[in-house]
């Protein structure tokens, strides 16, 4: 029997608008808001970068997660980063686990949209003795995606939550997420300053053979002890993941008729693992005028990798829109690519409050990094880097209602291998320094509303194709620009999220005297805005209706900055209904994504394109419901 009146619990009170702190990028089970998100910080990648944490501690993850453990995520970056201990330049993306609590209880999501996709999924918890208790859950996928891909996935995860003592936490976890029969739609490179036309349909056009497989494990373990004013913690993972079957096709020279030459790389079976960690020791001292902390953090991470080298498959003439079939190619592959990465860091950092109206935070760090790649001819690349990392922000209280803030950051980051359409593919690039300034304001314009504003500039090297197809650093990139933030509850009944990036990315150096590059980066988009309201009429009780509004500006394809992917923009609308399903929570929520179809390109990497993951119409109906 359905009751008809609002009930809360776990899972079925999910709801991105109402739990978002502010508008840089927030993810609350499956729903997920924000001008960012752990792909995408002021134009850079944040999970490339190896900017992410558990809990607040350092994990360099190369499996897939799944929401079988993780329960949120946050993207630290701005003011959302003041206070937080060795912030990252292009951001952190700190997830947080499923909290186990003290009840037993089973929640059950189940989702389909009008494209072919569901997606069912079942968590747990249980108290099995004083202070430890045991949760879990299962879930399978099938996922249609706009460029015509579709997988079939499942992932399991175990969590549990120990207290040994007062005193000590031990939080440890396991998951595994696999991917089955996933076919890749294709991507699409023009053979000049153009893009692809007509506009490809949503449908797999490549030979049936062209399918993926991959599978991810993450676990380790978290332990907070907490002794009058000292704290330590420590996290210690393990994140891998391995692709028996690998196959990406590629529709090359195309003309402006839409005619090109299908391409099928295929690569061998890879596998990618690490272990990583944090030790952290804090010590907070002073009195309550003046609060002080030092903490000494200790990071490293031991990364293997076994990849490469992939064939092109030359499949045969193809016309966008056209279902292709060919024969399986007979392929022989090279050796394998051995790449071993181990990287540390030693921080130390202060923190000091003052009467609540100043906080300011000082760090340093000795990072040490050394990689090693070994090719398929048995030549070794070696790398090192050993810098040193400055960090420092301070946030003043001018009132009772508004904050400035600023701060300074330098990192270290990884940028990987050169991408496998590279003629110099599979190459180990070196990692670089990064650096970034901000400063803004905050303002709680309402008791439960605030208004951000800052300015940012963020520097670092440009690594890109350039025409000879040769994936290397092509001078420096600078994206400096303004952020807006505003959200929180405006009446009793309305709830928003609104939240602007107003950038200006520019490429610097010798690439653009000699006029290898233009001076915008490719992929980069120098604007982003998004509005979304939650509105709980009165007299309605249970339903509650969104709204979202999203805005992408143009976007660099070629390094010449001739073939601009235009500006486009989106609409979103759902309904929600929170019940009672007999005694047992419940939601159910209709939702109209991207309601004006519209479609766009994915600048890839410079003159290759896939599509956007928004891009085209989609119905979705979920319902989630809490079993206590």
Request: aromatic content about 10%; proline content about 5%.
């Amino acid at each position: 029997m359905i009751a008809v009146f609002p009930a809360h619990a776990q899972r079925a009170g999910e709801n991105a608008v109402t739990q978002a702190d502010d508008a840089f990028g927030t993810s609350v089970g499956n729903e997920k808001i924000g001008i960012y998100n752990e792909n995408n910080v002021r134009g850079f990648s944040p999970i490339l970068a190896g900017n992410e944490r558990i809990e607040g501690l350092y994990f360099d993850k190369v499996g897939d997660a799944n929401d079988r453990i993780q329960a949120s995520s946050r993207i630290r970056v701005g003011i959302a980063a003041q206070g937080f201990a060795f912030p990252a330049p292009t951001g952190i993306v700190d997830f947080s686990l499923r909290t186990q609590g003290k009840k037993a209880r089973v929640s059950a999501f189940s989702e389909v949209n009008s494209w072919g996709t569901y997606n069912l999924q079942f968590d747990a918890v249980m108290p099995l003795a004083e202070g430890f208790s045991l949760g879990g859950g299962v879930g399978t996928d099938h996922n249609l995606f706009p460029d015509g891909g579709a997988n079939y996935e499942s992932n399991i995860g175990l969590l549990a939550h120990w207290l040994p003592l007062p005193e000590v936490e031990i939080l440890p976890f396991w998951s595994r997420k696999d991917t089955y029969i996933r076919k890749v739609g294709e991507s699409y490179q023009p053979s000049g300053e153009f893009l692809p036309d007509p506009m490809p349909e949503r449908h797999f056009l490549g030979p049936e053979w062209a399918t993926h497989r991959d599978f991810s494990y993450n676990y380790g373990s978290l332990v907070n002890v907490t002794l009058s004013s000292w704290r330590a913690r420590l996290g210690i993972f393990r994140s891998e993941f391995a692709s028996p079957k690998n196959s990406f096709p590629l529709l090359a020279s195309l003309d402006r008729t839409g005619r090109g030459e299908l391409q099928v790389k295929v690569s061998p079976a890879s596998y990618l693992g690490s272990t990583s960690g944090e030790f952290r020791l804090e010590k907070t001292f002073g009195e309550s005028r003046i609060v002080q902390r030092l903490i000494l953090s200790l990071r490293g991470r031991n990364w293997n990798g076994r990849y490469g080298n992939s064939v092109t498959a030359d499949v045969g003439p193809q016309a966008i829109n056209e279902y292709m079939t060919a024969p399986i190619p007979v392929i022989s592959f090279a050796p394998l690519i051995h790449d071993h990465v181990d990287e540390s860091w030693i921080g130390l950092g202060y923190q000091v409050a003052w009467l609540k109206r100043l906080q300011m935070s000082l760090g340093v760090q000795k990072a040490r990094y050394h990689k090693r790649a070994i090719a398929s001819g048995g030549t070794a690349t070696e790398l090192n880097a050993a810098p040193w990392l400055l960090t420092g922000s301070a946030t003043a209280d001018l009132s009772d209602s508004v904050q400035i803030f600023g701060s300074y950051t330098q990192g270290l980051e990884e940028n990987g291998i050169a991408p496998s359409n590279a003629i110099n593919g599979n190459q180990a690039l070196p990692a670089t320094v990064t650096r970034q300034e901000d400063a803004g304001i905050r303002w709680q314009i309402l008791p439960g509303a605030s208004l951000v504003a800052d300015i940012f500039d963020l520097k670092k090297f440009y690594f890109n194709l350039d025409p000879t197809h040769t994936y290397r650093n092509l001078g420096t990139l600078e994206n400096k620009g303004l952020e807006l933030s505003l959200s929180g509850n405006v009446t009793d009944q309305i709830n928003i999220v609104a939240g602007a990036m107003l950038s200006e990315p520019a490429v610097g150096g010798e690439a653009v005297r000699l006029g290898i590059s233009g001076d915008r980066p490719v992929g980069i988009t120098p604007r982003k805005l998004i509005f979304a309201a939650n509105w709980r009429p009165s007299g309605m009780k249970g339903i509650s209706f969104d709204l979202g509004l999203n805005h992408f500006g143009n976007v660099p394809a070629t390094l010449s900055g001739v073939a601009v992917v235009p500006a486009y923009s989106t609409i979103d609308w759902d309904t929600r209904y929170e019940f009672l399903m007999g005694h047992e929570a419940a939601s159910l929520k209709l939702a109209v994504m991207n309601m004006l179809n519209v479609r766009s390109f994915q600048v890839s990497s410079a003159g290759t394109y896939g599509f956007t993951s928004d891009s085209g119409r989609k119905i979705d109906l979920r319902l989630i419901v809490d079993f206590t």
